[in-house]
């Protein structure tokens, strides 16, 4: 049986307009990354770095967010903190393509 894969987030990856629906970013430092315009919609962000992150157009709905360091986070607004979840998973989730060249989709 194969190991799970677990991808290192980078700013690259975390770019203008990514799509990161459904992915998990548990424990991933993200400081100061430009997250304009990405969808993050569904994803699990506990204990994510996301100081001085940019937020300008990104989508968290839904998002599982707890624990997250949002200090000095721009265009972050009010709506879209309580557009998100705060409570335990509810969906699958969803390593993102990008991270795992041999095996695309691991669920766990």
């Known amino acids: 049986m194969s190991q799970p894969c677990f991808c290192k987030i980078t700013r690259q990856l975390i770019s203008k307009g990514a799509n990161l629906q459904f ?3 548990q424990s991933a430092n993200l400081q ?3 997250l ?3 969808n993050l919609k569904f994803t699990k962000l506990q204990f994510v770095n996301f100081q001085q992150a940019d937020f300008q157009g990104t989508q968290i709905q839904g998002a599982e967010i707890q624990g997250a360091d949002f200090r000095d986070a721009k265009y972050l607004t009010p709506e879209q903190v309580k557009a998100a979840k705060t409570g335990k998973e509810q969906f699958l989730v ?3 393509a990008n991270c795992c060249k041999h095996s695309p989709i691991k669920y766990f």
């Open 23 to 25: 992915a998990n970013l």
């Open 32 to 34: 100061a990354a430009d």
């Open 36 to 38: 304009q315009d990405a």
């Open 94 to 96: 969803l390593i993102s």
